[in-house]
């Protein structure tokens, strides 16, 4: 059963998250999250960044996909290169 708290915002719009929500949670110092406001319900959404072995199937599709279309590696560097605003 989810914990149900009570807390205030600050003047500068700071929430403080209950400990023992926290806790439950595993929520530490620098945890992010989505925040989604609808009239008058606000939801926070915890995220946390992928683990890099989770881009392996994307990586492997995009190298697939590149290949077949006759894409360089030169090309992505070009390509980087224009973005940055580089030349050469």
């Given at each position: ?10 003047s ?77």
């Amino acid at each position: 059963m989810a914990n149900i708290s009570t807390t205030k915002m600050s003047s500068k719009g700071q929430i403080v998250i209950p400990d023992i929500i926290r806790k439950q949670l595993n929520l530490k110092p620098g945890s992010q999250f989505v925040v989604v406001g609808d009239k008058d319900v606000v939801i926070l959404k915890n995220i946390s960044p992928p683990a890099l072995n989770e881009f392996d199937d994307l990586i492997a599709e995009a190298r697939r996909k590149g290949k077949k279309v006759g894409l360089k590696k030169s090309d992505i560097l070009d390509a980087v290169r224009t973005v940055r605003g580089k030349t050469k």
